[in-house]
């Protein structure tokens, strides 16, 4: 989106294996993150399966519930030549 900056650092993705760490730090199943984040049943299958990762937003939104650094979660982005 145009004119919308991302709460993440350009140079920061989302690590592939970030949901699995989510769930193991939290200790929470994932119909409770539903619930508890208000979001479908859908886009926690996805995010679990890799499939897609949650908006720069809602990313932070999670780490704020959780209290969690985003840090733990994020890798710096692979250049490509």
């Given at each position: 989106?145009?004119?919308?900056?991302?709460p993440?650092?350009?140079?920061?993705?989302?690590?592939?294996?970030?949901f699995?760490?989510?769930?193991?730090?939290?200790?929470?199943?994932?119909?409770?993150?539903?619930?508890?984040?208000?979001?479908?049943?859908?886009?926690?299958?996805?995010?679990?399966?890799?499939?897609?990762?949650?908006?720069?937003?809602?990313?932070?939104?999670?780490?704020?519930?959780?209290?969690?650094?985003?840090?733990?979660?994020?890798?710096?982005?692979?250049?490509?030549?």
């Amino acid at each position: 989106m145009r004119g919308v900056k991302s709460p993440l650092k350009k140079d920061y993705e989302i690590r592939d294996n970030w949901f699995d760490k989510l769930l193991e730090t939290t200790g929470i199943t994932q119909p409770e993150l539903e619930k508890r984040l208000r979001v479908s049943k859908q886009s926690i299958s996805q995010w679990s399966n890799g499939r897609h990762f949650p908006s720069g937003k809602m990313f932070l939104v999670i780490m704020k519930e959780f209290g969690l650094q985003p840090e733990l979660f994020l890798q710096k982005k692979v250049k490509s030549s």
